[in-house]
């Protein structure tokens, strides 16, 4: 099993930044794919972006597409959304989350709470 730690949140106004981590540890030697998920109020919780550990090749939703980039560290075990253009519909919890190439972990870190206020 992974253990997760997401960091960067917080309160912004629309159209602003914000730069989310994750920090993972464990059995890091398995990760094959990372991914950044999140949960809004009264929503299911959904993907956003991922990206393969290996290579850093990098997949994004069309939400958030053009607004976000992923990147990774997998010498330090870590993994960065950068966020701009910040809408209130962004509000919510991201998680992170590993796969090892065949199915997601069912691990969670404990989310990191991103709020745009418009």
């Known amino acids: 099993q992974v253990q997760l730690v997401e960091s960067g949140g917080g309160l912004v106004q629309a159209g602003g930044s914000l730069r989310l981590s994750c920090v993972v540890s464990?059995?890091?030697?398995?990760?094959?794919?990372m991914a950044w998920f999140r949960q809004a109020p009264g929503k299911e919780r959904e993907h956003v972006a991922r990206i393969d550990w290996t290579t850093g090749m990098p997949y994004y939703t069309n939400s958030a597409k053009g607004r976000f980039t992923i990147s990774r560290d997998s010498a330090k075990n870590t993994m960065d959304l950068q966020m701009t253009s910040l809408k209130p519909e962004d509000t919510a919890v991201y998680y992170c989350?590993?796969?090892?190439?065949?199915?997601?972990?069912?691990?969670w870190g404990q989310g990191t709470q991103v709020t745009v206020s418009s």
């Open positions: 989350r590993t796969s090892d190439g065949s199915r997601w972990s069912d691990d």
């Open positions: 464990g059995r890091t030697s398995t990760i094959y794919t």
